[in-house]
């Protein structure tokens, strides 16, 4: 099985089975230092999602409400998980809970969970992807941007100028939806943040599969037999007349029916 290119030392065979999945690790890799909590709480994410998957994989996951402590149980009682790695997934939960709801979390706490949550991830791919001999390698600690080399440093800073350059403005035009009209009052949109980047940041919560129902009256319209009494609306009269159909039977597509036809 190919493994997309690398952007996570420590996650990124993880993306053999969702490149989402690899993009929670790397994110809890680049907050580990200046916001751990925010660390902990992309690792209680990413502990989630290999929950729900294992869960979808073993045939025991019910829908997006089943919870996460729930779906451990579930997978306990097929026997696809150990008590010990369980726990491991349960660590990760209580972290980023603590992290979420209580603000808790520090730089100490993070490595601990990375290492964690790296040993759920190992544990996920050998036994779902099928890779039982799997070597992930050592691992790796995040870097410490703080540590960036002189160069890097000064094209930070550069950028930002540029950036503050750029709004150095009396009005700033801000919208959620860059239509054609928004772009010939303000000019083309000089930042974009996606739908998906939001997800991984935790801005929002990624949406499940639409679901599409099809009704009988949307799939074959409405049909006549030959000679049957048919209700007919005078809207000049706003009365109620039958009147019988031609002898031929007599169909009506969808669309049609949609305007020209009222049902009871």
């Known amino acids: 099985m190919s493994v997309p290119p690398a952007t996570s030392p420590n996650f990124a065979f993880l993306a053999s089975h969702d490149p989402f999945l690899e993009s929670l690790g790397a994110a809890a890799e680049r907050y580990f230092t200046d916001d751990p909590g925010a660390a902990l709480f992309k690792l209680r994410l990413l502990g989630g999602r290999l929950a729900q998957r294992a869960a979808a994989l073993t045939g025991v996951y019910v829908g997006p409400d089943d919870g996460q402590a729930e779906l451990l ?19 990760l939960r209580r972290a980023g809970n603590a992290a979420a709801h209580e603000g808790r979390g520090s730089r100490m706490e993070a490595l601990q969970q990375l290492k964690i949550a790296r040993q759920v991830a190992v544990w996920f791919h050998r036994w779902f992807g099928n890779a039982p001999s799997f070597n992930p390698g050592t691992f790796v600690p995040p870097v410490d941007p703080h540590e960036a080399d002189a160069a890097l440093a000064a094209e930070l800073a ?14 700033v035009g ?12 303000l000019g083309a949109p000089v930042f974009e943040y996606s739908y998906r980047k939001a997800v991984v940041d ?3 919560v990624d949406h499940e599969p639409p679901v599409r129902i099809v009704t009988q009256l949307a799939s074959d319209g409405i049909s006549f037999k030959a000679g049957e009494e048919v209700a007919v609306y005078d809207p000049s009269t706003q009365a109620i007349d039958k009147v019988n ?7 009506f597509p969808q669309r049609t029916s949609s305007r020209n036809l009222l049902t009871f």
């Open 245 to 251: 159909q031609p002898p031929n039977p007599t169909r």
């Open 202 to 204: 935790g801005v929002l």
């Open 73 to 91: 149980r579930r997978l306990q009682d097929r026997r696809a998980i150990t008590r010990e790695v369980a726990d491991l997934f349960h660590s």
């Open 158 to 171: 550069q950028l930002r100028e540029a950036v503050i350059e750029h709004f150095d403005a009396i009005k």
């Open 174 to 185: 801000l919208t959620a939806t860059p239509a054609l009209h928004t772009k010939e009052i």
